[in-house]
């Protein structure tokens, strides 16, 4: 993967004009006040991370996105729909060509390393034999064929409501990444999400070949 690539829902891209085109064909699917099937929706909730403002825009979590229409231009565009009914524009374009990472993804990577003996030791508990059983096919899985999925709340969703129910402002939450590794630098966050990830999570083994199909890559982790 070339220092160009843009990875977004586990699809990689070569270019902003190729990720561009992409969200083109999705929009265009669509009519004013539609909204997104839940394969769209799992890409653009991934585009969205991208965007500066990710956290601000995302709130209380996302539980739709619609397509609207902007008059006078006719110019279509993208509505997200709150878990709490409020709505917010957001812009499909600042996602694409934002070339940092956005506070939200660096959340959710330190998030996910808080709790890597979590998924190491699901696992190792569903590991006999030497394999795993993928909950969808049933088949046989040797330990670097599965993943492991947040099953029925994915992954993001969970984090989200983690950070909706506490008191601390996103925007002060502290990461630092050393040796291509995300913590949160308040070793009292990182205890209390995984606190409440061991109390609230739904894991299953999953093949990791079936991540594109399902649309479920960002809700995967393999647990090495």
């Known amino acids: 993967m ?9 699809q990689e891209f070569k270019s902003q004009v190729q990720l561009r085109e992409f969200v083109r064909q999705i929009i265009d699917r669509y009519n004013d006040g539609d909204v997104l099937n839940l394969a769209d ?3 653009c909730k991934s585009l969205l991370e991208r965007h500066p403002d990710s956290l601000i825009k995302i709130g ?4 739709a996105i619609k ?4 008059p006078p231009w006719k110019t279509k565009g993208f509505i997200l729909i709150r878990i709490d009914g409020t709505e917010i524009d957001f812009s499909f ?3 694409i060509s934002s070339s940092a990472m956005s506070h939200g ?8 390393t808080s709790i890597h003996f979590q998924i190491a030791s699901f696992k190792k508990a569903n590991t006999f034999d030497g394999l795993l059983r993928c909950a969808v096919t049933g088949e046989p899985l040797k330990w670097d ?17 983690y950070l909706a129910i506490t008191d601390i ?32 999570a739904g894991l299953r083994p999953l093949r990791n070949t079936l991540n594109a199909a399902m649309g479920r890559h960002d809700n995967q982790i393999t647990g090495d």
Request: aromatic share 10%; glycine share 4%; hydrophobic share 35%.
């Open 93 to 95: 374009r600042a996602c």
């Open 2 to 10: 070339n220092s160009n690539t843009i990875v977004v829902d586990g």
């Open 67 to 70: 397509v609207t229409v902007t």
């Open 145 to 161: 064929e599965c993943e492991v999925d947040h099953y029925p709340i994915p992954f993001a969703d969970l984090l989200d409501r």
């Open 41 to 43: 929706l799992s890409f």
């Open 105 to 112: 993804q660096k959340i959710k990577k330190a998030a996910r």
């Open 60 to 63: 209380v979590g996302v539980r």
């Open 169 to 200: 402002d996103i925007k002060d939450i502290k990461i630092t990444e050393k040796y291509g590794v995300w913590r949160f630098d308040d070793s009292t966050i990182e205890a209390s999400f995984r606190s409440y990830h061991l109390e609230n």
